[in-house]
């Protein structure tokens, strides 16, 4: 709706993310190059991660987290492999009679649920870039952070 978009150039004007500016009477936003955008914008983006869960089972078929980051750096992988799903994958995979572990003692994957689905933008079944920055930023661990550096300088912007 009109309100909607008078909203959103409002909230990107004061998050001071792009550049604004009205030929007549429409407005346009721009930004200059894709690599910027995403410095101006990721601090206002959130984790996909919704929940984290242990299970006892097989692979699945999105890597995330560490072992997704693992992949895309020279980082180690996890003890444990992490996948990704969104909520509804998981509700049809508790149907088939998949259980929460209480922890991770005696599972076989770590299960990161998504706010969205992470096959969208996931290629070779691996969690996208950007998502998996977000996922991983909030955590301190020093390797960690320089194999998150190492991977976004690998972006071709």
């Known amino acids: ?3 909607t978009i008078n909203r959103v150039f409002a909230e990107l004007k004061a998050a001071q993310i792009g550049e604004f500016f009205q030929e007549g009477r429409e407005r346009c936003w721009t930004f200059s190059d894709k690599r910027t955008l995403w410095k101006q914008a990721a601090a206002f983006l959130r984790s996909p991660v919704k929940k984290r869960l242990w299970l ?5 078929k999105i890597l995330a987290g560490l072992t997704a980051l693992s992949h895309l750096s020279f980082l180690a992988p996890p003890p444990l492999p992490v996948f990704a799903a969104n909520k509804h994958q998981w509700e049809i995979w508790q149907k088939l009679g998949y259980e929460a572990l ?8 770590e299960l990161e649920i998504w706010h969205y689905d992470p096959e969208l933008f996931a290629k070779n079944n ?11 930023k909030a955590n301190q661990d020093e ?4 194999a ?10």
């Not at 006892?56 to 699945?60: D, E, S």
């Open 102 to 109: 209480p922890s991770a003692d005696d599972a076989d994957i």
């Open 56 to 60: 006892k089972c097989h692979q699945l």
């Open 126 to 136: 691996i969690a996208d870039p950007f998502s998996l920055y977000l996922s991983l």
């Open 1 to 3: 709706t009109l309100m």
């Open 143 to 146: 390797r960690i952070e320089s």
């Open 148 to 157: 998150l550096e190492e991977m976004m300088e690998k972006i071709e912007w």
